[in-house]
């Protein structure tokens, strides 16, 4: 006959009940993974991690960080997919996504703080055989934040963002020639305290397997007066 267990029943409940191991190690491992914008159903099949692993030859899955794109705090720093939107180009469907480089640890979600600097990447994809593949991007950095003298001897193509502002992809058909379609993004910078609002539009063209600026101009730039009328 056999034995019966000394162990009191909500012990044996709580075991039976509680997650695998593994489980529990794949969750912390994800626990501080950034959040990345949707991606649009033409693409919905694949993940971000399928978009910056095809972008950042150094991103690790498990963490959302690339290894050679290093944060102030000198670690590598944490990407994700700030916007993603489908562009329709030599009758072929893309991909074009801007990604944030968190500057921090602090800061691997949502925009920098309002006086702080940040960078964002821009990078095209194609899907092809049911695989992405890299069209173009901008040359990353080796920095995530931004620091004058440490960009002395980085030749890269990023983004500066700051709090105050915003990056947005205008897919508007912007015709460079007649085989040549170029991709707009707009930079809205507004500060309420000091009451000022202005965007710009830069336009960037695809050449060989880098995004480069070839128009920038301001579109907007207003000072409004204050309320008091001082």
């Not at 063209?205 to 579109?219: E, L, N, Y």
Request: one cysteine or more.
């Amino acid at each position: 006959m056999a034995a019966r267990s000394s162990l009191p029943w909500c012990v044996v409940l709580a075991v039976l009940l509680s997650p695998p191991a593994a489980a529990l190690a794949q969750s912390a491992q994800t626990a501080d993974l950034p959040k990345s914008a949707a991606l649009p159903p033409a693409f919905a099949r694949f993940s971000a991690a399928d978009v910056l692993a095809r972008v950042f030859d150094g991103y690790d899955r498990k963490t959302g960080r690339v290894a050679t794109i290093l944060n102030e705090e000198k670690k590598p720093a944490h990407v994700s997919i700030a916007q993603a939107k489908p562009w329709r180009v030599a009758g072929q469907d893309h991909l074009v996504v801007i990604i944030q480089l968190a500057p921090d640890e602090s800061s691997i979600d949502g925009p920098v703080c309002g006086n702080c600097a940040g960078r964002m990447l821009m990078a095209v994809l194609k899907a092809q055989d049911n695989a992405l593949t890299l069209v173009a991007r901008q040359q990353p950095p080796k920095r995530s934040a931004t620091d004058d003298k440490a960009d002395d001897d980085d030749d890269h193509q990023a983004m500066g963002v700051t709090g105050h502002g915003t990056l947005s992809l205008d897919l508007a058909p912007y015709r460079l020639n007649a085989a040549e379609t170029l991709i707009g993004v707009r930079y809205v910078h507004m500060w309420i305290p000091a009451r000022v609002f202005s965007e710009s539009l830069e336009l960037y063209r695809i050449q060989g397997q880098r995004i480069t600026s070839v128009f920038a101009a301001d579109v907007a730039d207003r000072d409004y007066p204050p309320a008091n009328g001082d």
